[in-house]
Nanobody
Framework: QLQLVESGGGLVQPGGSLRLSCAAS????????LAWFRQAPGKEREGVSC????????NYADSVKGRFTISRDNAKRTAYLQMNSLKPEDTAIYYC?????????????????WGQGTQVTVSS
C-alpha cells in the first residue's frame, strides 16, 4: 500500500527554521519526482518545490527561493524540505506528493499521490 508520512511541522517564530521529512513506503519512489505543496487558510494550494527522481534537478516557487531547500535520500526513500528564514506567510499545511513522472515538468498537474500533510505555523 502506497503511503507518504510527513513529519517535522510545528510552531516557530518568524526568522526561525524547520525541516520537514516525507517517508515513502509501499512503492519504489526512486523513479518518481517528489514535491511539496502547501495550502494556507482561505488560499489555493500551491506548489512549493520539486526534486527530480535522481535529485539532480530542483525548482522552487518564487516566494521561497533562497530560503527553502528540497532534497531526497533514495536509500531511505525520504524527501526533505529545509525551511529557513520563515515568515508568517509561510503558515500552511504542507503536503508531500509523488509526481507522476521522473522529472518536475508541470509537476503541479501531475500528482500521483498525496501525503496527509503537516501543519507549519510561523508566529511570534
Amino acid at each position: 500500500q502506497l503511503q507518504l508520512v510527513e513529519s517535522g511541522g510545528g510552531l516557530v517564530q518568524p526568522g526561525g527554521s524547520l525541516r520537514l521529512s516525507c517517508a515513502a513506503s509501499g512503492f519504489t519512489s526512486d523513479y518518481s519526482a517528489l514535491a511539496w505543496f502547501r495550502q494556507a487558510p482561505g488560499k489555493e494550494r500551491e506548489g512549493v518545490s520539486c526534486i527530480s527522481s535522481s535529485g539532480g534537478y530542483t525548482n522552487y516557487a518564487d516566494s521561497v527561493k533562497g530560503r527553502f531547500t528540497i532534497s531526497r535520500d533514495n536509500a531511505k526513500r525520504t524527501a526533505y524540505l529545509q525551511m529557513n528564514s520563515l515568515k508568517p506567510e509561510d503558515t500552511a499545511i504542507y503536503y508531500c506528493v509523488v509526481v507522476n513522472h521522473f522529472d518536475c515538468t508541470e509537476y503541479q498537474r501531475s500528482v500521483r499521490f498525496w501525503g496527509q500533510g503537516t501543519q507549519v505555523t510561523v508566529s511570534s
